[in-house]
């Protein structure tokens, strides 16, 4: 039953993805400007202008642009049937290793920032739901209000005066590792288990230390609609009839609690699963702060210059991983919701 | 606890020091590290590709040093000195240029560089094989004979060299052109023409890429420079060494680390700290705040780099000549120096840079509302009454990458605007679409514009890549301006030998297109760098990137 719906929906993504190329494919070539100029840059003549339109694939019919990034004419290259992205317009690399050296440094940086986010909102939510309207549940309401209503990249280069400039405490916002250090051979594109793969425990720390205030930041914002959200569904879940139940054959307070954080996780993780797709690009600012090279840099770069097929190439790679992501969020939900079956 | 606290502190503070530049090695923060180094691959008009391309090649012909202004050395114009060719000489009856190749050059990849490293170059170049022709564009720029547009045609044997670029002896190349041109060597200064290392080129070339596009796209640009590539990560960090067998000595810093941070404001704070040794692009206002700090020194130049307006004469009401000098009285420029780049700034009376051979100085323009009020009556727009027709012309584009730099100008400039009764609106817009409107489309009818550099350091070249007429070779005339006197003139001016005379037909074709005000120039700001006080030596060349070869580090 099981695998029936992870292959159902598996195919519906599919068909999402193909209908999600297409529209891409048409919708970024419908917008004012023109990706040969600034290749070329403003001292061609005519004739560089249209070698570089020429080198692009610009010259040819629109369909045919289309056969070819679809990979429907490997004669003339290789496109998405035979697993190519295409070549980066900005930079002449294919933008499948692009992807997945800036990806890993996204992933990275959003999943331990989910972790933090969770381990902090989860406690502080459900401690405001269990003190309603006392001073703690004041408490949260304020720190959840705090945190998420600033932007992301303000907190980032307020935290950089303050915890570089000031304190000294954190490292320069330099990357993933101190530009005088030598990076370890890249195997995951993880630079965390890369160091680990490598056997170099002090560019762990290193890559851990340099990671430290963009996770703070991520996880700061993130941990305020998580808290509102937990707390939120906990009050509800305290509510409920069969919380009521529980108390009323007075099961332990911390039991009835664990019930409730159970019936209230449902939601929050349907929350957390909208927010990591959305970080997947959304990250783009603290990255930019923090001078970390990751996929909403790279989608900003791709933008900015026009570079359709790198564009397109995120689009799908974000797309298909969000997709994945709510699968596993569906799953989880049914693992802790027994009402929901497939 | 508390002992523990401290620990960690402590701790964290030794880690987050341990990225410091040690003696010798230096940390530039910049925008951008180089997406490629091929300068004829899709990376070639990103100026932080074009710095990775000087850093590691080298060209035939360079400029001699010139005088020193504010510590920052600028180059003699004039003085062409040697770089891999030691000397030359010009047959003005063949038009042919030879050209002897310095001896006992090698480069990081162990070749020793001779004239098979040119003409590889040359053939390279003239394959148009590249994602953007520069080498080419170069070459039929300088007018070398065989680089005309039919290399783009189906015949094959055009885009081969043929014996307009020939190799003499392993020492010796002559390089002959169609026509006179003054051009031949200002453009073999340009990075659009470095020599490349054939061997290690070649080495690298597969049957689907016998120019080595993607090598040098993504791996290494093989030349004779001061310095070699160690690593590079794209959108990252690039790293050199210092080649202790450069052919004008081994360098002073013995690695160069780029890094990019895209904040300037990081950059900044990241260099007061200590830990990086120099930084480019920051704001005018950020230079400004850091200029008198200890231990830092802020340098710059009057180089290339200027802002003017941009009227299109295809779009009315800009077709009015009172109209366009009733805007160019009605500009504050001191007010726009002293804001938009806190004094680092000057007025601009010229149509060319000023530091370019073949510059006149034109008459400028004051500020002066009664003037701007009296022209815009001239004009037939009495307080501005009747404009109101032209509200979308009188958006007044602007990079929108650029808003921190651009908009208090812009600002400034609206309001002046809107004083004598022009309805000016601000319409900010992305680079790329910019860059189409101005080159593709040429229908950005008011724009403001800070990023017109010509490569070519001539004035002939600005004005045939500006202001020539698009019929009649005008590659960038993105105000549609057509003057057949001025086309003529500059026909004849593009082929005369000498030099005088060429100059007086230059000056006579700047002061036309200021008394038409083809471009409202407005200021020349200079060119500025961050360093700390360990760090001297820098000069500036025309294409704004620093070689890294200049600079002397103190231990």
């Known amino acids: 039953m099981l695998l029936r719906y992870i292959t159902r929906r598996m195919l519906i993504g599919v068909v999402q993805l193909f209908c999600l190329v297409i529209a891409v494919f048409f919708l970024i070539r419908l917008l004012p400007a023109d990706p040969v100029s600034r290749l070329v840059g403003l001292n061609s003549s005519p004739e560089g202008y249209e070698q570089a339109a020429r080198q692009l694939g610009l010259d040819r019919p629109l369909f045919e642009q289309l056969s070819i990034y679809l990979g429907l004419s490997p004669d003339i290259a290789p496109g998405l049937l035979q697993g190519s992205l295409g070549v980066s317009w900005a930079t002449g690399s294919t933008v499948g290793s692009e992807i997945a050296n800036f990806l890993p440094v996204t992933l990275q940086l959003i999943t331990l920032a989910f972790i933090l986010a969770f381990i902090i909102s989860i406690p502080v939510g459900m401690l405001g739901a269990l003190n309603p309207g006392k001073a703690v549940d004041k408490g949260v309401f304020v720190y959840s209000l705090f945190a998420g209503s600033q932007p992301e990249f303000w907190w980032g280069l307020l935290f950089v005066y303050v915890f570089y400039f000031q304190l000294g405490v954190a490292p320069a916002p330099l990357g993933q590792l101190s530009p005088m250090t030598f990076p370890p051979e890249s195997v995951t594109g993880f630079m965390l288990i890369d160091t680990l793969i490598a056997g170099e425990p002090a560019k762990f720390l290193e890559a851990l230390h340099h990671l430290m205030m963009p996770v703070i930041t991520l996880a700061f914002i993130l941990s305020g609609p998580i808290i509102k959200m937990v707390r939120q569904n906990m009050l509800r879940a305290l509510q409920s009839d069969f919380v009521l139940y529980a108390n009323l054959i007075g099961l332990p307070r911390k039991r009835v609690a664990r019930y409730a954080l159970r019936a209230a996780m449902g939601p929050s993780m349907t929350l957390i699963g909208i927010l990591y797709g959305f970080m997947l690009s959304g990250a783009v600012l603290v990255e930019s702060v923090f001078s970390l090279g990751g996929i909403g840099q790279y989608a900003i770069r791709s933008v900015l210059a026009f570079d359709y097929p790198a564009i397109q190439g995120v689009v799908l790679v974000i797309t298909a991983i969000s997709l994945v992501v709510y699968l596993l969020l569906d799953l989880i939900h049914a693992a802790i919701d027994p009402r929901i079956a497939y | 606890m508390k002992t523990m606290l401290s620990t960690a502190t402590a701790a964290l503070c030794a880690l987050s020091v341990a990225g410091a530049a040690t003696a010798q090695e230096i940390l530039i923060l910049a925008e951008d590290v180089p997406a490629g180094l091929n300068y004829d691959g899709p990376a070639a008009a990103i100026p932080s590709s074009q710095q990775g391309m000087v850093t590691l090649l080298e060209p035939l012909v360079g400029y001699a040093d010139g005088e020193t202004v504010d510590g920052i050395v600028v180059p003699d114009f004039d003085t062409f000195e040697g770089r891999l060719a030691e000397s030359w000489s010009y047959d003005a009856d063949t038009l042919t240029w030879t050209f002897n190749l310095r001896q006992g050059v090698t480069g990081c990849g162990e070749a020793t560089f001779n004239a098979d490293d040119v003409i590889y170059t040359f053939e390279r170049a003239k394959s148009v094989s590249g994602a953007a022709p520069i080498g080419w564009f170069l070459s039929n720029v300088a007018s070398i004979d065989g680089f005309g547009p039919e290399v783009f045609g189906e015949d094959p044997a055009a885009k081969e060299l043929g014996d307009s670029i020939v190799k003499i002896d392993d020492y010796t190349v002559q390089i002959r052109q169609a026509e006179p041109n003054a051009l031949l060597l200002p453009v073999l200064t340009i990075f659009g023409l470095l020599i490349f290392d054939k061997e290690t080129m070649e080495a690298n070339a597969t049957t689907e890429d016998p120019w080595s596009h993607d090598y040098v796209n993504n791996t290494n640009a093989p030349g004779f420079g001061g310095y070699c590539l160690e690593s590079w990560a794209k959108n990252e960090q690039i790293t050199y060494s210092s080649f202790p067998g450069y052919y004008r000595g081994a360098p002073d810093a013995t690695r160069v680390s780029v890094r990019r941070v895209p904040q300037s404001s990081n950059r900044l704070v990241v260099l007061r700290s200590g830990q990086a040794d120099l930084v480019t692009g920051l704001t005018p206002r950020e230079y400004n705040s850091i200029a008198d700090v200890d231990d830092l020194t802020v340098a710059g130049v009057t ?253």
């Open chain 2, 303 to 555: 180089g290339n780099e200027n802002l003017f307006i941009h009227m299109n004469f295809d779009v009315p009401p800009f077709d009015n000549i009172k109209l366009r000098e009733a805007i160019a009285h009605a500009i504050p420029y001191d007010q726009i120096i002293a804001t938009g780049y806190f004094g680092e700034a000057t007025q601009w009376n010229g149509m060319v840079p000023s530091t370019y051979p073949g510059y006149a100085e034109v008459a400028g323009f004051n500020y002066d509302l009664d003037m701007a009020k009296a022209l815009l009556a001239e004009a037939g727009y009495p307080d501005g009454a009747g404009l109101e027709a032209f509200a979308e012309a009188f958006a007044l584009s602007y990079v929108a990458e650029k808003e921190s730099t651009l908009g208090p100008i812009v600002n400034v400039i609206q309001t002046a605007l809107r004083e004598v009764g022009i309805p000016a609106t601000l319409d900010p817009i992305p680079q790329t679409q910019y860059g189409d409107r101005q080159l593709v489309r040429r229908d950005l009818p008011f724009a403001v514009n800070d990023q017109e550099k010509p490569i070519g350091v001539d004035a002939g070249y600005a004005i045939q890549l500006f202001f020539v007429s698009p019929e009649n070779g005008g590659l960038n005339n993105m105000v549609n301006y057509r003057n057949p006197d001025l086309d003529s003139m500059w026909a004849g001016a593009r082929v005369d030998p000498d030099t005088a005379s060429r100059d007086a037909t230059l000056a006579q074709i700047q002061g036309m297109l200021a008394a038409d005000v083809t471009w409202l120039p407005i200021v020349e700001y200079r060119t500025q760098w961050a360093f700390r006080d360990r760090v001297s030596g820098l000069k500036w060349y025309p294409d704004n990137s620093i070689r890294y070869t200049d600079l002397q580090v103190e231990d």
